[in-house]
């Protein structure tokens, strides 16, 4: 049997989106010619797609054809093996199942609802902490950037900021440092590798007063800023119960997402978030219900 010659870098597979399947497997350097010519020669016979036929044959893994399919298509793919990412973020690595469909069809109801013509930024929090807010948002931020959309994930969670550990990203100056004043709004994007149209404003260096610094001014003009030079702009905020914060970021970005979770959160808190984003002007675009 053939050596299957395995890369380790996303560079080789990003430079072999076009051709036939055994081309770009060939350019990635994970089939050789003499591979593809037998997988070829048993496909003939069984009538198989080549995928499938050089699975059986055990020159290529499930995963390969996923990639293949993923570049032939340009849909982002990220390998689970070769990513800091982490698993709670499934959007970046898998492309069915339940959860994702339910992505795609929230990602498809905040496109009509609210990413329509103004494209203005969206705030995402809950009503009191838990994980599911900052994971949604990440989870959200790489579902639209699949599609194409050039997609800003800005951590406004300066009180439990997750998205750096979550995305992996290498610890850096970032929103704390912009409201500022220290930090260019450039110099605080960081891209997230494999995902070539998702890029990360993480929240930065701790600081003592975040409420006040996401009051400023600095943080309307980010928000402006933010809103021309990328599609969509996701926000990722504090506890809106908890804190002020998510009540002043509203008012910046003119809509909020409510993430709530099945048999945790009460009904009086998600009544008492609609009545504290009331005087805001921002509009509460829904309400999403994650799993216990």
């Given at each position: 049997?053939?050596?299957?010659?395995?890369?380790?870098?996303?560079?080789?597979?990003?430079?072999?989106?076009?051709?036939?399947?055994?081309?770009?497997?060939?350019?990635?350097?994970?089939?050789?010619?003499?591979?593809?010519?037998?997988?070829?020669?048993?496909?003939?016979?069984?009538?198989?797609?080549?995928?499938?036929?050089?699975?059986?044959?055990?020159?290529?893994?499930?995963?390969?054809?996923?990639?293949?399919?993923?570049?032939?298509?340009?849909?982002?793919?990220?390998?689970?093996e070769h990513s800091s990412i982490v698993p709670s973020l499934f959007s970046a690595f898998t492309a069915t199942g339940p959860s994702i469909e339910a992505l795609r069809k929230l990602r498809a109801e905040l496109q009509l609802r609210h990413f329509n013509e103004e494209r203005k930024p969206l705030a995402i929090f809950s009503a009191r902490a838990t994980p599911d807010a900052g994971e949604l948002a990440a989870n959200l931020a790489i579902a639209f950037?699949?599609?194409?959309?050039?997609?800003?994930?800005?951590?406004?969670?300066?009180?439990?900021?997750?998205?750096?550990?979550?995305?992996?990203?290498?610890?850096?100056?970032?929103?704390?440092?912009?409201?500022?004043?220290?930090?260019?709004?450039?110099?605080?994007?960081?891209?997230?590798?494999?995902?070539?149209?998702?890029?990360?404003?993480?929240?930065?260096?701790?600081?003592?007063?975040?409420?006040?610094?996401?009051?400023?001014?600095?943080?309307?003009?980010?928000?402006?800023?933010?809103?021309?030079?990328?599609?969509?702009?996701?926000?990722?905020?504090?506890?809106?119960?908890?804190?002020?914060?998510?009540?002043?970021?509203?008012?910046?970005?003119?809509?909020?997402?409510?993430?709530?979770?099945?048999?945790?959160?009460?009904?009086?808190?998600?009544?008492?978030?609609?009545?504290?984003?009331?005087?805001?002007?921002?509009?509460?675009?829904?309400?999403?219900?994650?799993?216990?």
């Open positions: 049997m053939a050596t299957v010659i395995r890369k380790d870098h996303e560079k080789d597979w990003a430079a072999s989106r076009a051709g036939t399947f055994g081309e770009i497997l060939l350019r990635a350097g994970i089939l050789s010619e003499a591979d593809i010519e037998r997988v070829l020669s048993v496909q003939k016979e069984s009538g198989r797609r080549f995928g499938e036929t050089a699975v059986s044959l055990g020159l290529i893994q499930e995963a390969d054809v996923r990639r293949v399919l993923a570049r032939q298509f340009d849909h982002a793919s990220v390998s689970p950037s699949l599609i194409g959309e050039r997609t800003l994930l800005v951590d406004a969670n300066l009180r439990a900021p997750r998205q750096r550990e979550l995305f992996g990203l290498p610890e850096r100056e970032g929103l704390s440092s912009l409201l500022a004043g220290r930090l260019p709004f450039a110099q605080a994007i960081t891209p997230v590798p494999g995902l070539p149209h998702l890029n990360v404003v993480c929240a930065g260096v701790s600081v003592p007063n975040p409420q006040e610094l996401l009051s400023r001014g600095t943080m309307t003009s980010l928000m402006d800023v933010a809103a021309v030079s990328f599609d969509i702009v996701i926000i990722d905020v504090a506890p809106a119960l908890e804190y002020s914060d998510a009540q002043m970021v509203a008012a910046r970005c003119g809509g909020a997402l409510l993430v709530t979770k099945r048999d945790h959160t009460r009904v009086a808190d998600i009544e008492a978030v609609k009545v504290l984003l009331a005087p805001t002007g921002a509009k509460l675009v829904g309400a999403v219900l994650t799993r216990a």
